[in-house]
């Protein structure tokens, strides 16, 4: 309900106005594009990490992460159209919902049908041993993924600094505005911090 919508907001008053005279006027389009869709797609993976590391409440966690999977598979589609066309943006559509099937549905389904094989063959023992065997390899694949991703960028980053800097600024500005507001509404209702902090992480992540 905030986050695409805040940084839709954020890219047209940075990129497309304030930043515009020191960016290349050919690619202000598609970077606001680049920023709704990174704003639309929370990185989930990243959220289990990051709860783990505030003490957040494990179960919330897989909930929460659940949850918005779930709405992901029906929402990322229809709010970036939208989001797009109002930035006069040429929406994608079939990308979009290869998109929504790759890295959404297809995860999902597989996860649940190796989830229900280790539970019918060994029970929660052999599922509780996967989980623990799968850990370090999740960390150690988030964190080469994320060296890879700035790898394979690294002669952009490097030919053009102050386009990435600029960038930089309303992506930073969305993370804490949204983070900040989650866990202020959080901790208004009275949730603790093992709730507020993966609530707001889930919140703001790229």
Not at 56 to 83: H, K, R, W, Y
Not at 138 to 162: D, Y
Not at 168 to 185: R, T
């Amino acid at each position: 309900l905030v986050k695409p919508f805040s940084m839709a907001l954020l890219g047209w008053l940075f990129i497309g106005w304030l930043f515009r005279p020191w960016l290349p006027e050919g690619q202000i389009e598609s970077y606001i594009a680049g920023l709704i869709l990174l704003a639309a797609a929370p990185c989930t993976a990243m959220v289990f990490v990051w709860s783990r590391l505030t003490d957040g409440e494990p179960n919330f966690t897989l909930s929460q992460v659940a949850l918005n999977d779930a709405i992901m598979v029906v929402a990322f589609a229809p709010v970036v159209g939208l989001l797009l066309g109002l930035s006069a943006i040429t929406v994608p559509w079939d990308t979009l919902l290869l998109s929504v099937a790759l890295y959404i549905i297809v995860p999902l389904v597989a996860a649940q049908i190796w989830r229900r094989s280790l539970l019918a063959s060994g029970g929660e023992a052999a599922l509780q041993r996967t989980l623990k065997a799968l850990h370090p390899v999740s960390l150690v694949a988030l964190l080469a993924t994320l060296v890879l991703l700035f790898g394979f960028q690294g002669e952009q980053i490097l030919a053009q600094p102050l386009v990435i800097l600029l960038l930089a600024v309303p992506i930073l500005i969305q993370v804490y505005l949204n983070a900040g507001l989650a866990y202020l509404l959080n901790r208004q209702c009275g949730s603790a911090h093992s709730v507020a902090g993966p609530s707001a992480l889930i919140g703001a992540s790229n």
